[in-house]
């Protein structure tokens, strides 16, 4: 049934904020941008990690559900192979702590934070993302 994670959307009001702001985190400019398309800022979308997996920012305003006042949304894990220099980066950021780096079991570690538009991103070593990794390539 659930094959892969195919897209995440999180929700900002300020467009071109959360444009930079995840720019300057990724490291790269999103490949799409609603704006650029003449259809006003609404949404954008990055390609990020091993699998290029979808991370999208969509104009609050199409939001099913209230933003901006407390933390909201699923917590989405992505892989990172170092959580204290992830999270020290996302804090430098403008990022606020959510849940601190917590040993969650054998070859997992989490952490979260609260992105400067409402957002949770989770934090995640996981060791069964590298196995799987490895045996892709």
Known sequence: MLRGLCTVNFFAEDHAA??????ELFGVPPYY??????KGPGYLEFRIG??????GILSSTFAPHPTGGSPSGAVVYWHVD????ALQRVLALGATEHAPITKQG???ITASVVDPFGNVLGLMYNQHYLDILAKRT
């Open 82 to 85: 170092d959580i204290e220099a």
């Open 33 to 38: 941008d609603s704006a650029d398309y003449g």
């Open 50 to 55: 091993d699998y290029e997996h979808e991370f």
């Open 18 to 23: 959360a444009a930079k702001w995840y720019s």
């Open 106 to 108: 054998d070859g997992f």
